[in-house]
């Protein structure tokens, strides 16, 4: 602060008081008193000072220097009969920790070359950004991000127009601008994409009409609105890849090779082993990715397979114990159990696995079969409250047809048609389907994975098992990122709205990784929502948080600190210019 004595003079004495000058919001400037040293006589009296202005100013120096090395401390004159201001008090100091992630994403560099080509008079990086951090801290419509902006300690004079402007830069750059984040964080933390896990999932619109885009399909959420598909990479560390977007009634099986072409093209990435699940695994898609680079790693249903490798896959002899670590060289581990000789409730723990080489198809596959009895237990559990409820349905006399492959109604039997189709004579009551429940309950426990690799089945066991963290991904976007309901339009407008999520999640995930993984990615984006400083005009900001361990990790994280009893504006400046310094 810019300290400085002033001396009023009156009939009888002097009165010394340090003051500082401070620009308020409207642009102004003002002067606010600091400290109130007293009237001369008051000063010799205590202080036992010959030359009161001398010592009032060496008492000004002394705070001059505690302010240069960080040690001022300020004293506030608050009065019950004045009532604060109109003007805003309270701000988020979250983002800055979100600007320093977007900053090691090298997205001011991305777009001061975008804008360098297009010759943009605004500011895309300060759009792009603001955009990001309330994605993350206060997740909304894009009129929201504008009327936000006054919710941070920067309030730069952002235009609304020019937020549609920079979705419209983001579409038209929407794979180069993805491809150049990636490249950006290898060479900033490094990325492992030995393998790669993809899945969809859909978003849905506020509209009852769809249009070439926003098309009628099988809502995730089985809502009856028009919907886009969103296809989404993740690398072994479960950061976000790659992202693409396609009209609500595209097939997912289409959305696989288009992307894995775009990560050739964009992001030099060539050379790896897709992971997806069953409903991606289609046989084209299974013989793409078999060359000289690539693999596959696919969920197979064992309902689909052939008889035979069907047989061979249930029956209970040749299966082999999954060892719990990689060094357990027991020798349960080495030896082949039959499942129908031994207590499987001894083993509710443990996974057991038999393979085989399949050549059903144009090329050779490998056939892992995994059997756990934790897993035959909740299926059986999950089937018995189907039932139940299946039978009130009987007792209600409702005879449905199933919405979906997992609706409890599957299990009822039409009884007024036959087998194949045809009325019956004599119409009777619907009744359970024993013959489908005993079919389905046959399957308990069991799950496979087909493979073009040939390494070690517990190895590429353990790689499927890490494929959650994708599905945990989409919970995020939609959940906390709040990336549905979808309030633009425009298809350019949609794609990068869905691109401002992605690079959302993507620096949320890495700042999870950055503390450890040591507290859950919605807790993270709690703690920075409530990073709320109230503003002293004229002598800074105080913190207006609970400084709990998350929030002073975060902080040791990033090496800025906001958790002082005051800090100062040059302070707050200071913060700032270390975060986008990276």
Same mark, same amino acid.
């Given at each position: 602060m810019n300290y400085k004595l002033t001396i009023t003079k009156s009939r009888n004495a002097r009165c010394f008081y340090i003051q500082t000058s401070y620009r308020k919001s409207d642009g102004s400037m003002s002067t606010k008193t600091v400290r109130r040293l007293g009237s001369e006589k008051k000063i010799k009296e205590l202080y036992g000072a010959d030359d009161a202005e001398a010592w009032a100013r060496a008492q000004l120096a002394?705070?001059?220097?505690?302010?240069?090395s960080g040690r001022q401390g300020v004293v506030l004159e608050l009065f019950t009969d004045k009532l604060v201001g109109s003007s805003e008090r309270i701000f988020n100091g979250g983002d800055v920790f979100i600007e320093k992630v977007c900053s090691m994403l090298g997205l001011k560099d991305i777009c001061a070359g975008i804008s360098a080509c297009r010759g943009f008079k605004f500011d895309l990086w300060r759009h792009i950004t603001r955009m990001i951090c309330c994605r993350i801290l206060h997740p909304g419509s894009k009129l929201s991000d504008y009327a936000n902006s006054a919710r941070f300690i920067e309030r730069d004079k952002l235009?609304?127009?020019n937020f549609y402007r920079s979705l419209d830069v983001l579409a038209d750059n929407f794979d180069g601008i993805q491809g150049a984040i990636y490249r950006n964080t290898?060479?900033?933390?490094?990325?492992?994409?030995?393998?790669?896990?993809?899945?969809?999932?859909?978003?849905?619109?506020?509209?009852?009409?769809?249009?070439?885009?926003?098309k009628y399909g099988h809502s995730k959420e089985n809502r009856p609105n028009p919907?886009?598909?969103?296809?989404?990479?993740?690398?072994?560390?479960?950061?976000?890849?790659?992202?693409c977007v396609h009209p609500g009634n595209k097939s997912e099986q289409q959305t696989l090779q288009p992307l894995e072409e775009i990560l050739a093209d964009k992001f030099g990435l060539s050379k790896f082993v897709v992971c997806t699940d069953g409903g991606l695994g289609s046989q084209d898609n299974r013989r793409y990715n078999v060359t000289e680079d690539r693999n596959f790693i696919t969920v197979q249903s064992i309902k689909k397979l052939k008889a035979h490798h069907q047989q061979w896959a249930l029956s209970p002899d040749g299966?082999? @114990?999954?060892?719990? %670590?990689? $060094? &357990?060289?027991?020798?349960?581990? /080495?030896?082949?159990?039959?499942?129908?000789?031994i207590d499987l409730d001894e083993y509710a723990d443990d996974t057991f696995y038999k393979e085989r080489l399949t050549d059903e198809k144009a090329f050779e596959e490998h056939l892992i079969v995994t059997y756990s009895?934790?897993?035959?237990?909740?299926?059986?559990?999950?089937?018995?409250?189907?039932?139940?409820?299946?039978?009130?349905?009987?007792?209600?006399?409702?005879?449905?047809?199933?919405?979906?492959?997992?609706?409890?109604?599957r299990f009822m039997k039409d009884t007024h048609f036959d087998g194949k189709g045809n009325p019956l004579e004599v119409i009777t009551a619907a009744a359970l389907n024993n013959e489908l429940i005993e079919h389905e309950a046959q399957f308990d426990?069991?799950?496979? @994975?087909?493979?073009? %690799?040939? $390494? &070690?089945?517990?190895?590429?066991? /353990?790689v499927n098992s890490w494929r959650w963290e994708i599905e945990d991904?989409?919970?995020?976007?939609?959940?906390?990122?709040?990336?549905?309901?979808?309030?633009?339009?425009?298809?350019?407008?949609?794609?990068?709205?869905?691109?401002?999520?992605?690079?959302?999640?993507?620096?949320?995930?890495?700042?999870?990784?950055?503390?450890?993984?040591?507290?859950?990615?919605?807790?993270?984006?709690?703690?920075?929502?409530?990073?709320?400083?109230?503003?002293?005009?004229?002598?800074?900001?105080?913190?207006?948080f609970n400084n709990d361990t998350l929030a002073q990790e975060i902080q040791k994280n990033a090496n800025i600190h906001i958790d002082t009893q005051i800090i100062t504006p040059a302070k707050i400046r200071n913060n700032y210019r270390l975060a986008r310094k990276c």
């Open positions: 002394q705070m001059r220097e505690a302010d240069r235009r609304l127009e290898v060479s900033g933390m490094g990325r492992r994409t030995g393998v790669i896990y993809y899945d969809c999932t859909n978003v849905f619109f506020e509209t009852e009409s769809d249009d070439d885009f926003r919907i886009v598909q969103i296809g989404l990479f993740m690398d072994m560390d479960g950061l976000p890849l790659a992202l299966w082999r @114990l999954r060892p719990r %670590l990689r $060094d &357990d060289a027991h020798t349960r581990c /080495k030896q082949i159990y039959d499942l129908g000789e009895r934790k897993y035959d237990l909740y299926q059986k559990k999950i089937r018995q409250r189907q039932i139940e409820r299946a039978i009130k349905k009987i007792n209600r006399g409702e005879i449905n047809r199933p919405k979906s492959p997992n609706d409890c109604r426990g069991f799950s496979a @994975l087909a493979t073009g %690799l040939d $390494d &070690d089945p517990c190895e590429i066991i /353990k991904c989409f919970r995020i976007g939609k959940s906390d990122l709040k990336m549905r309901p979808v309030f633009v339009r425009n298809e350019n407008r949609i794609r990068a709205h869905l691109l401002i999520c992605f690079i959302a999640l993507l620096a949320l995930k890495i700042l999870h990784k950055q503390l450890n993984e040591s507290f859950p990615v919605a807790q993270i984006r709690k703690t920075l929502a409530q990073m709320n400083l109230l503003q002293l005009e004229g002598f800074g900001y105080v913190p207006a």
